[in-house]
Nanobody, 131 residues
Framework: QVQLLESGGGSVQAGGSLKLSCVAS????????MAWYRQAPGKEREGVAA????????YYADSVKGRFTISQDNAKNTVTLQMDSLQFEDSAMYYC????????????????????????WSQGTKVTVSS
């Protein structure tokens, strides 16, 4: 069982920044992907960003494009979400996920991870942005 340990959440003022990290206990399937999702109270979980393990290609939700940056350090089994220019609407529980299957593109990963069965999830970390 792959364990994903997430950290970096907290409370910030609007316009501030936070950096989330997710460390996997071991490699997932070769050619897979990792992604960030978030869920605010009373709302459905939504995709934030995805990255292909193989080449680092990325995909972002329109709502965070230009403000958030997903990156990875494969040597450390780590994926990072740098969040800048945070808005009140970004407040949510943030989760990282790793696929247990091959992903051909970052956009495909973004679209299917949330509904796929063979996926590993972190415990989540809370981000609170005050206005």
């Amino acid at each position: 069982q792959v364990q994903l340990l997430e950290s970096g959440g907290g409370s910030v003022q609007a316009g501030g920044s936070l950096k989330l990290s997710c460390v996997a206990s071991e490699y997932t399937v070769n050619g897979g992907c990792m992604a960030w999702y978030r869920q605010a109270p009373g709302k459905e979980r939504e995709g934030v960003a995805a990255i292909l393990t193989a080449d680092g290609s990325t995909y972002y939700a329109d709502s965070v494009k230009g403000r958030f940056t997903i990156s990875q350090d494969n040597a450390k089994n780590t994926v990072t979400l740098q969040m800048d220019s945070l808005q009140f609407e970004d407040s949510a529980m943030y989760y990282c996920a790793a696929s247990g299957f091959f992903c051909s593109t970052a956009s495909y990963c973004y679209a299917v991870l949330q509904r796929a069965t063979n996926v590993y999830w972190s415990q989540g970390t809370k981000v609170t942005v005050s206005s």
